[in-house]
């Protein structure tokens, strides 16, 4: 009796086996039915800095992600991703690769297609640039080193003397620091100086610049103004000159193309001196009136003056670079 309990035990032991691997296997049959047909997709590249959704990535009857390591989009190259995907009560890990990639080029911003300046003024072509931006880095910086090893810069190429008379094809070229590169131009004229040919009648006391320029002496510095109630330096000269209807330009360093160029040994009242450092760059304007003296707006302080010539010098630090003559 108790042999045949013993192999009747062994009987269920050996069903309960045949049964738990029935099981198991119809588990692993099932878990291949329910994914063999989820794979990755031949996707898409993820452009550099985007958003990008996951759910694209794996194709499926039916199922859902239920988690994933993130993708960085702010680095370039593959990245390896693995998602866990459900799908009833089967979860299954799939690894993919993903690649970021940066397509897009620097946008570059120019103000004028064309600008215009004299002969000898100063020439600025940042002035002419409205920005220079990555879509995901923003602002690039402007440098004139063109063979730097690293990029994320912009920079103006030309291939002639930009001083000279004539018009200049400016190109722009800007490259992001994953080596994007764009291009934008615009065109630099420049003309020669104007010459406003208007005479000065000195003796007519109605038009006097000089008694015009003296009956100014006193009045307030104000940053910026030009008249009637307080004049910067350029701002004076300006002033003065429309009253005896003459139109000149409004900033010292524009002052120092008006009219024509005299030698000082020739100076005359009414001759305007341009102050500076160095040629080409004045900073001062004033109204030369006779016997070495001048009347010019200087300071906050100080305000409308008549002054010495040779006193401006020592004490400004700057040197008369030239002498207009509004004829």
């Known amino acids: 009796m108790k042999f045949f309990k013993v192999l009747k035990n062994i009987k269920r032991i050996k069903y309960f086996l045949i049964a738990l691997f029935i099981l198991v296997s119809s588990f692993i049959y099932y878990n291949y039915i329910t994914f063999k047909n989820i794979k990755i997709n031949d996707f898409k590249d993820i452009e550099y800095g985007s958003k990008y959704n996951l759910s694209e990535l ?5 199922y859902s992600i239920v988690s994933s390591n993130n ?7 593959k990245q390896k991703v693995i ?8 979860y299954k890990k799939i690894p993919c690769f993903i690649s970021v990639v940066d397509t897009k080029a620097p946008v570059i911003k120019i103000k004028k ?28 910086a402007f440098s004139d080193n063109t063979t730097m090893e690293n990029n994320n810069y912009y920079s103006f190429f030309y ?6 008379v004539g018009e200049h094809k400016i190109t722009v070229k800007a490259i992001d620091k994953n080596g994007n590169l764009s291009v934008e131009s615009f065109i630099l004229e420049v003309a020669e100086s104007p010459l406003r040919v208007v005479k000065l009648n000195y003796n007519n006391k109605e038009n006097n610049i000089i008694e015009i320029a ?31 209807g003459i139109k000149i330009s409004r900033s010292a360093e524009t002052q120092y193309y008006d009219g024509i160029n005299v030698n000082y040994e020739n100076i005359r009242p009414g001759d305007i001196l341009s102050w500076g450092y ?5 900073t001062h304007s004033a109204i030369y009136i006779g016997n070495g003296k001048m009347i ?19 004490g400004s630090g700057t040197k008369i670079i030239s002498v207009r003559r509004i004829l």
Not at 71 to 77: H, P, Q, R, S, V
Not at 159 to 164: E, H, L
Not at 296 to 314: C, F, L, M, Q, Y
């Open 71 to 77: 993708i960085d989009t702010k680095i370039i190259g």
């Open 214 to 244: 003296e009956d100014l002496i006193g009045s307030p510095y104000i940053s910026g103004s030009n008249g009637p109630n307080g004049f910067d330096c350029s701002g004076f000269v300006q002033f003065v000159y429309s009253k005896i």
């Open 296 to 314: 010019h707006a200087t300071n906050p302080k100080e305000g409308v003056i008549k002054s010495n010539v040779s006193d401006w010098s020592r």
């Open 113 to 140: 297609d064309k600008i215009t300046v004299f002969l000898g003024q100063k020439i600025n072509l940042l002035d002419n640039i409205l920005y220079v931006k990555d879509n995901v880095d923003g602002e690039i």
């Open 58 to 62: 794996v194709k499926a009857v039916d």
């Open 278 to 282: 160095d040629n080409f760059k004045a």
């Open 159 to 164: 291939n002639d003397d930009i001083n000279t």
């Open 83 to 90: 998602l866990k995907v459900k799908r009833n009560f089967v």
